[in-house]
């Protein structure tokens, strides 16, 4: 799947938070939602249950300590219905207001009852790269995550608790987090996959005769989405960090070899990043010296061009002149003599280009 031009947009300048209360909170996004969608899974080994509202008071009821609950909810322009679960579970005003600040860099934040992590999900949709920003709520017996719309890249975990499949359902909540930055994570592979496509396609594309006349553009493009990929990688792999090494009783002491694999593929797609971005910043060297080459060529040949016709050029030049007493004048073989001599040092300039491997 190509990656599209301006498949990943540019973050609203967050000049709504300029000069407010610390704590005050202020969307600042671009996906406005007419309501809020409360998304509820309530599991443990025996049972299983999930259900959507559209209010998220319907969260309130669920305080079996005997099972987990993961609570998803799907717009932040509606801020009442955040403001009513955030009082719910006494989160921090501060964290209140990244939750709905989509300009928010990926980070972790322990507190006495939960832990607060932000991060940025890059997935497909409709062949363009969507860049959301996603906040999670780990505590004792439930996970809350807020997202600015619907679509994420967790339905693989969702098909897991609601099948049964693999260990997810015998877990706590810190192992439902790990799965869900696994989901996010797995999904960064598949789209630095498709900039290595993308890259290796434009690479091949310098060495034709004629490039696409918008290379220098889709050079430029390449740039901007790999740092803006770097931007929303990087400071998750800080975060992974900081978990792998957490000592919190939210944290098992089970999930943290999951967390430490985590981390090495955290690792790998940052080096990755690396890699491409010196090959993108490469690309338009690259450009550059082929165009140079292909200048050098033309060069080249007009310049054999006018080496040859220089000495004819002299000759034609000198019986060009208007003198009344040149001795050639008078002979009757004179012109044609001329046009032989002319023809003879035309063909050894050929031979001696020919000889030095110029032509």
């Not at 600015?148 to 098909?159: A, I, K, N, T, Y």
Request: a negative charge; hydrophobic letters at 40%.
């Amino acid at each position: 799947m190509a990656l599209k031009p301006k498949s990943l947009l540019r973050r609203p300048k967050n000049t709504k938070t300029v000069n407010q209360i610390p704590g005050t909170m202020t969307y600042v996004g671009r996906k406005e939602t007419a309501r809020t969608r409360l998304e509820v899974i309530d599991y443990n080994q025996d049972s299983y249950e999930r259900f959507s509202s559209t209010s998220t008071e319907d969260a309130f009821k669920f305080v079996d300590e005997d099972k987990i609950t993961w609570f998803n909810i799907d717009g932040l322009s509606n801020i009442e219905e955040i403001q009513k679960l955030g009082e719910y579970y006494e989160l921090h005003h501060l964290i209140m207001e990244d939750i709905v600040n989509t300009g928010q860099r990926p980070k972790i934040e322990e507190h006495q009852d939960y832990l607060f992590i932000v991060a940025k999900m890059l997935y497909y949709r409709n062949g363009n790269i969507e860049n959301e920003h996603i906040s999670m709520i780990v505590g004792k017996n439930y996970l809350l995550t807020f997202q600015e719309s619907d679509g994420d890249v967790f339905d693989p975990v969702r098909e897991r608790l609601e099948t049964a499949k693999g260990r997810i359902r015998g877990r706590s909540a810190d192992y439902l987090m790990f799965a869900l930055l696994d989901a996010i994570i797995d999904n960064y592979f598949l789209v630095i996959d498709d900039m290595s496509d993308r890259i290796e396609t434009l690479e091949a594309s310098l060495f034709i005769d004629k490039p696409k006349d918008n290379v220098t553009q889709e050079i430029q493009e390449l740039k901007s989405t790999i740092l803006r990929i770097r931007r929303s990688v990087f400071p998750l792999r800080e975060v992974v960090g900081r978990l792998e090494k957490m000592e919190n009783e939210l944290i098992k002491s089970s999930t943290v070899s999951y967390i430490r694999d985590l981390h090495d593929h955290i690792v790998q797609i940052s080096e990755n990043i690396e890699i491409y971005r010196e090959m993108i910043w490469g690309l338009m060297d690259l450009y550059m010296t082929t165009i140079s080459n292909k200048m050098n060529e033309v060069m080249k040949v007009l310049t054999i061009m006018a080496s040859i016709f220089i000495p004819l050029t002299f000759i034609a030049g000198i019986y060009g002149m208007n003198f009344e007493y040149m001795p050639e004048l008078e002979w009757k073989y004179g012109y044609f003599v001329l046009w032989g001599i002319m023809i003879i040092i035309f063909f050894l300039m050929l031979y001696y280009f020919k000889r030095k491997k110029w032509l």
